[in-house]
């Protein structure tokens, strides 16, 4: 059975920064993706950054590149997302995911979108102006 479990949210003034963690148990040794999502009020999920476990090939959604770095742990089965420059338009409920059975490659990670076999229950983020 997998779990996941983010922590890290919180609230922050707009310029600051916060750092999710996304601690999961596995049944398996393979590769895979690790996503980060959000989902603000009124609006749909909308994928933030993934990670491809075999050779940390990363993509980024527009609006957070160069501003949200991912990362992981695997040693720790953990992944992360460092959030600087954050802004009011990030705030939203953030949602891990993982897949170990579909993607053999970054790219395929950028691509699953909803269907991440796993999600977490998600942390909070809010930014005030």
């Known amino acids: 059975q997998v779990h996941l479990v983010e922590s890290g949210g919180g609230s922050v003034q707009a310029g600051g920064s916060l750092r999710l963690s996304c601690a999961y148990s596995?049944?398996?040794?393979?590769?895979?993706?690790m996503g980060w999502f959000r989902q603000a009020p009124g609006k749909e999920r909308e994928g933030v950054a993934t990670?491809?476990?075999?050779?940390?090939?990363?993509f980024y959604a527009d609006s957070v590149k160069g501003r949200f770095t991912i990362s992981q742990d695997n040693a720790k089965n953990t992944v992360y997302l460092q959030m600087n420059s954050l802004k009011p338009e990030d705030t939203a409920m953030y949602y891990c995911?993982?897949?170990?059975?579909?993607?053999?490659?970054?790219?395929?990670?950028?691509?699953?979108?909803?269907?991440?076999?796993?999600w977490g229950q998600g942390t909070q983020v809010t930014v005030s102006s």
């Open positions: 596995r049944a398996t040794s393979s590769n895979g993706c």
């Open positions: 995911a993982a897949d170990w059975e579909f993607c053999r490659g970054g790219l395929c990670c950028s691509q699953l979108g909803d269907e991440y076999n796993y």
């Open positions: 990670i491809y476990s075999g050779d940390d090939t990363q």
